[in-house]
């Protein structure tokens, strides 16, 4: 079976980091998303690792620790754009989106 | 604007109304995909086509009907739905057989009365 957790809500501040993590339980795995979804809108990708370690872009990174079953989403220097659902999900091979399982996403707010 | 356009983006249906939803992508892709999104829940795969042809059906009731005229179109023809239906779907598009990026439409928000 599939089971993916993450937190449900965070909130932090602008100007400051944040890490969401996300472990997970799975009959294979081949990688790991991160997309973002702002309320209203399409999730938008960020970011998909499949070897161990830090992956950075701007101001996201994303790490994946295969051995552990476990992810986070680093957000440096918080804006008020930010405050978006991030949804974590895995990919059990390398074959496309059908057998990807998603989380139920956190919900992260960041206040002034 | 992600490349993905879905219509309507919103709409209120009764139990024994007809009404499809749809989905344009002109990206390139080949493979085209619906969810439900519901509040608190994962999003949820409700069907998968690749190169037009139907591979993923995942125990999807028989009052969702996909359709896949070509590779850019993608429907979802609905009726006699049941409140428990209310959500948001997604249709998304990305290449087959990869796992690079998905492209998600904005989606249509359904509300069944």
Not at chain 1, 95 to 102: D, E, I, P, S
Not at chain 2, 64 to 70: G, K, M, Q, R, V
Not at chain 2, 86 to 101: H, I, M, R
């Amino acid at each position: 079976g599939q089971n993916i957790d993450q937190p449900t809500e965070m909130t932090a501040t602008e100007g400051a980091i944040v890490q969401i993590n996300c472990t997970y339980q799975t009959s294979g795995f081949n990688g790991l998303f991160w997309y973002q979804q702002h309320a209203g809108e399409a999730p938008t990708f960020l970011s998909y690792n499949v070897l161990d370690g830090l992956e950075e872009k701007g101001r996201f990174s994303s790490f994946l620790s295969r051995s552990k079953g476990y992810s986070y989403l680093l957000l440096k220097e918080l804006q008020m754009k930010d405050s978006a659902s991030y949804l974590c999900a895995v990919s059990p091979d390398s074959g496309g989106y059908q057998k990807v399982t998603f989380g139920t996403g956190t919900k992260l707010q960041v206040i002034p | 604007e992600t490349g993905v356009t879905q219509t309507p983006r919103h709409l209120v249906m009764g139990m024994t109304n007809k009404k499809s939803l749809k989905c344009e992508q002109h990206l390139g892709h080949n493979a085209m995909y619906w969810y439900k999104q519901s509040a608190k829940k994962p999003l949820e795969l409700m069907f998968v086509y690749n190169f037009k042809e139907q591979t993923e059906n995942n125990s999807v009731p028989s009052r969702f009907s996909p359709e896949c005229p070509n590779s850019s179109h993608l429907f979802l023809h609905l009726h006699t739905l049941q409140p428990e239906d209310s959500a948001l779907y997604l249709c998304a598009s990305s290449v087959q057989g990869s796992n690079t990026e998905a492209f998600f439409g904005q989606g249509t928000r359904l509300t069944v009365v």
